[in-house]
């Protein structure tokens, strides 16, 4: 990558999952201390070349984000510079003086962080990295004799109990004239980095204050507007976390604890990495799993013959979203009615969510599938046909995404639902005997 020589030894803003201006913790401390600060996003190759669908819709909702993001530089004199590679290279050929960013969570962002300050530090610069996507980090809520939670009800208590108005405080960004004055720099299609454009509307970034206020009534409801739908501009830092908590704050307490949810698993992760690959409970590793490949491809195209489960996998596949109600249902289905291992499923997920998240995915996964931290007790099983009758009783959400039911190209059942649920609960008693 040639990299021009006006940008070498340069004060940088670095964006990754923070991807706006206003309220950015990182770009406040920038333009406290820095002038002529370049803004630059690096769309990293070690991420991007383990997504093997060229027409990724997270690439796509970057790059469509990235675009706000340059044209509002761009009113204020300033531009975006948009690089593809490893940063690691290219943070030693930039050479910078100092680097603003604000903290990757996930073990790969920590790793190269760790690596990429190591060497602007080497070489005399100044690496700078904030809290920004969360309110607490890991360490921030721990029991009185500083161990982790493992239950979310006291760590949610402890969490409020902590809470105090400057966690919420907007770090204002009022001027931008302290970022380097450039000319529009190109901004590169998507064909260069290896993708391509999918027609695809992405959930808008808008809080809708109706939605939060009756969120306790319809949040379980598929088929009703009922939930926020900002996961993906959480994911990507679209949207502020200390804006959303405020609003919560002030509307609802119930979708508070949904955004202390998504700080518990990142918690967890980071105290019990090893759950990224194995049950947090230890004994689950010894379920005996069925493993049947032709049973998982009819769970991931949605054609189990089980309307709620199908309904939901085809609601993942065509939005790359899937309501809460239903990714428990879906997830259940495939750990207890299949007995596929919850690690197939966290996968699939992985690959096709648009609000991929490492922590919270695992999390809500070995939940359903009982293994995890404070998760659904594993002898409770969901049956999805009484789940569809509480949740989609007028079946809006089944006959939207299955509009072949009742007729003979929708499948009949690929299991019997009372000798799965019998099969589960004898193979999971049989692996959780004492040895
Ligand atoms: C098997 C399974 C896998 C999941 N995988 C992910 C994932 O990869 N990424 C992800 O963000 N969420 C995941 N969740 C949690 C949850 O389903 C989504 O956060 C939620 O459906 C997103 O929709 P929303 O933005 O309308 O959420 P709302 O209901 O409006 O909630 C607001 C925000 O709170 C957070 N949140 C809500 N519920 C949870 C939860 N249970 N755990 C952690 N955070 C939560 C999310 O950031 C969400 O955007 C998973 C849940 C399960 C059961």
Redo the contacts with the bound molecule.
Sequence with gaps: MIIPASLKKGAFWWIRRDLRIEDNVALYHALQAERDIIPLFIFDTHILDRLDDPEDRRVNFIHDALKKLKADLEQHGSTLLILHGDPVAIFQELDPKSVYTNHDYEPYGTERDTKIKAIVETNGGKFHSYKDIVIFERNEVLKDDGQPYTVFTPYSRKWKALLKPEHCKSYSITDLSRLKRMPPDEMPELSTIGFREVDYTF?PRTIRQQ??RE?SDK?DFPAVE??????????FGTVSIRR?VSVALKSNET?LN??I??E??HMILYHFPQASQKAFKPAYDRIIWNNNPDEFKSWCEGRTGYPMVDAAMRELNATG????RS??I??SFLTKHLLIDWRW??AY??KK?L???????????Q??AGSGCDAAPYFRVFNPELQAAKFDPAQSYIRHWIPELGTPSYPSPIVNHQTARDRAIRTYQEALQPE
């Design positions: 959930p939605i939060i969120y949040r009922g939930t926020s739908k900002l996961s993906v501009h959480l994911r959303l979708w949904e955004l949810w998504r518990f698993y979203f899937m309501h809460n990714r428990m879906a997830a499923g966290e997920f992985a969510l609000d991929f998240d490492l922590a919270a995915n695992n999390g809500g996964w939940w359903a």
